[in-house]
């Protein structure tokens, strides 16, 4: 996928991300659609998109939105590299396989979020983080999920072909 289309993509989902998600929360909890399309781009293709969006945008959250500069970024980065190995490890092309790169990986970013910000001095307690990640696991797997549908067409051509599946053997 190029760049430009790449960027566009995350810009529009930053804006999504700090203005309409807040009407969806629950308890406080909203999907985060940076991290979901830093998963997809990171799962699905080859070219470092996803890793490089991931930091940019990550920054540009932290500035706008966070109490601290690059903890997202910092996040977004290890989650990012994550996927890219899971990608070289696990069929890109199978369902379950997406949904398990998008647990991990949303208990991989709040988790690493959590420890930075709380080593900076963060009012959230263990307790409170613990509460809120089911919601963010339901969450950001139903909106990795849409996303997988709507890209894997994009990846993979011809993906129930018997003819193809014949070939690989």
Known sequence: ?????????????FLL???????FSIHG??????????????FLYEDFNGLILGVVFGLLMDLC?????????????????IA??????????????IIIVSVGSTLI???????I?????????LTYWLKLQPIYILYNSAIVFILYLIFIKRV??????RYLIWKKR
């Open 17 to 23: 991300q700090g203005t309409v998600l807040n009407l």
């Open 29 to 42: 909890a909203t999907p985060n659609l940076i991290l979901c399309l830093v998963v997809i781009f990171s």
């Open 109 to 115: 970013y709040n988790f690493l979020y959590f420890i």
């Open 84 to 97: 890219i190995n899971m990608r070289e490890n696990i069929n890109k092309e199978n369902i379950a396989s």
């Open 65 to 81: 939105m966070a109490q601290y500069v690059g903890v997202a970024a910092f996040s977004y980065l290890i989650v990012s590299l």
């Open 156 to 161: 993979v051509k011809y993906r129930n072909d």
């Open 117 to 125: 910000s709380a080593g900076f001095g963060s009012i959230y307690s």
């Open 1 to 13: 996928m190029k760049m430009r289309f790449a960027a566009i993509i995350f810009f529009i989902a």
